[in-house]
């Protein structure tokens, strides 16, 4: 049996825009009777490294961008009286924008330059992190090798004040692929299940997986945040059959709902966040 959540879970927008109201005594907002619209609104930055002789998998990038938000989340530098805490308690106030940009060379070595993060999976991580190293191609296959997924996560920013060096990066490009189908998740691990059928570049597939890992976090207690802290955040991504999609999203699991500001239509179901924690029975 499926915990139900009595929250309502909205998202949207290699954008995302977040929506959520929460029932009285677990939220982390400041205002809860400002409409969010009318507050100061933030964009959390994320930049994709993505190297022409060796770009990481769309499943091990869409792993490391929801691992990186919550690696961003549990920092000490984004809680309590941290240096970046007031700007993540502003940019939840308001609408939980994400914006994943790519980088390569000499732009990704000044985004490193910038306070933030950088997470990073082995290539070919059935599920970030711990999973083991999935060999490469063969050699004369022509299949081109992908390198390790990194993400770096910055504080978020005014949605009209980005750094230079970031607001410079391209959105567009993060088409990514798998060369097959990814194992089955390990038993136990956290898996974001992605819709079936909805047709994602990765950019966006990524603001969307960080969304369900958001709702997660948000959703667990205080002792399970601390497990799945403790371990390193493992977590899958993965796309469900059509039949079980259906069934994730009548779970009362978190959902991510998409606004529809790019790519897909308002209201799309994109994400069912999926924790062992979440569930009972």
């Not at 005594?25 to 490294?49: I, K, M, N």
């Not at 190297?51 to 490391?64: M, V």
């Not at 990704?108 to 950088?118: K, M, N, Q, Y």
Request: hydrophobic share 40%; proline share 11%.
């Amino acid at each position: 049996m499926i915990r139900r959540n009595p929250s309502l879970r909205q998202a949207g927008g290699a954008t995302g825009t977040l929506d959520r109201v929460t029932s009285a005594g677990t939220s982390p907002f400041q205002h809860e009777a400002v409409s969010r619209d009318d507050l100061p609104q933030f964009v959390l930055p994320l930049v994709v490294r993505i190297e022409r002789s060796s770009p990481p998998t769309r499943t091990d990038a869409l792993q490391t961008a929801a691992r990186a938000v919550l690696i961003l989340l549990a920092d000490e530098r984004a809680t309590g009286d941290g240096p970046w805490a007031g700007a993540v308690r502003d940019w939840q106030d308001a609408r939980i924008r994400k914006v994943v940009r790519r980088a390569r060379g000499a732009e990704w070595r000044r985004a490193e330059a910038l306070p933030g993060i950088t997470v990073t999976q082995p290539a070919g991580g059935g599920a970030a992190a711990g999973a083991p190293e999935a060999p490469g191609a063969p050699e004369g296959s022509g299949v081109q090798e992908a390198g390790p997924a990194e993400v770096r996560v910055f504080p978020p920013v005014p949605l009209d004040g980005w750094p230079k060096d970031l607001a410079r990066l391209q959105v567009s490009g993060t088409d990514l692929g798998d060369p097959g189908p990814p194992p089955p998740p390990p038993a136990g691990v956290p898996v974001l299940w992605l819709a079936p059928g909805l047709d994602m570049t990765a950019g966006k597939a990524m603001a969307q997986a960080g969304h369900g890992a958001q709702l997660a976090w948000w959703e667990l207690a205080d002792a399970d945040r601390a497990a799945w802290r403790a371990a390193g955040f493992p977590l899958a991504v993965r796309t469900p059959a059509p039949e079980r999609w259906a069934e994730l999203v009548a779970s009362g699991l978190p959902v991510v709902r998409d606004a529809g500001y790019t790519e897909i239509a308002a209201g799309s179901c994109t994400v069912v966040a999926d924790h062992p924690a979440l569930r009972t029975g």
